[in-house]
Nanobody, 125 residues
Framework: QVQLVESGGGLVQRGGSLRLSCAASGRIFSINEMGWYRQGTGKQRELVAVITGGGSTNYADSVKGRFTISVDNAKNTAYLQMSSLKAEDTAVYYC???????????????????WGSGTLVTVTS
C-alpha cells in the first residue's frame, strides 16, 4: 500500500551536517505523522524527531537545537537536517510514518503505519 524510502545517510566528520530524506509513495491521502528514529550498535531504537502533517514537531533532548525535521506534504516526504553532528549520533536512522489511506480520492479513516529500511549515518571524530 505504501512504501518508504530513506536516503541521505553517509560518512561525515564531527561537527558536520547531513540531510536525510524519507519519501513515501502509494495510496496516501494525507500525512498524520512522519518521524525519524535511530538505533546505534548495541542500543535500542530511539526517537529522534517527529512531525505531524500540520507541522507540529517533537525532538529528543539529545538533538534539540542541532536537528530540524520538516515535511513536504505535496511530496509526501520528510526531511531531517542534522547539524553539529557528534560521534554519538552514529546510528542507523529509520523513517516511520502514519498516513491516511486514499480510497479513491477520499479517506474513510483507514491508516497505514510502517517503517523504512534505514540509512546509516556515521560520524567520525
Amino acid at each position: 500500500q505504501v512504501q518508504l524510502v530513506e536516503s541521505g545517510g553517509g560518512l561525515v566528520q564531527r561537527g558536520g551536517s547531513l540531510r536525510l530524506s524519507c519519501a513515501a509513495s502509494g495510496r496516501i491521502f494525507s500525512i498524520n505523522e512522519m518521524g525519524w528514529y535511530r538505533q546505534g550498535t548495541g542500543k535500542q531504537r530511539e526517537l529522534v524527531a517527529v512531525i505531524t502533517g500540520g507541522g507540529s514537531t517533537n525532538y529528543a533532548d539529545s538533538v534539540k537545537g542541532r536537528f530540524t525535521i520538516s515535511v513536504d506534504n505535496a511530496k509526501n516526504t520528510a526531511y531531517l537536517q542534522m547539524s553539529s553532528l557528534k560521534a554519538e549520533d552514529t546510528a542507523v536512522y529509520y523513517c516511520n510514518a502514519e498516513f491516511l489511506l486514499d480510497e479513491g480520492g477520499f479517506s474513510d479513516g483507514s491508516t497505514w503505519n510502517g517503517w523504512g529500511s534505514g540509512t546509516l549515518v556515521t560520524v567520525t571524530s
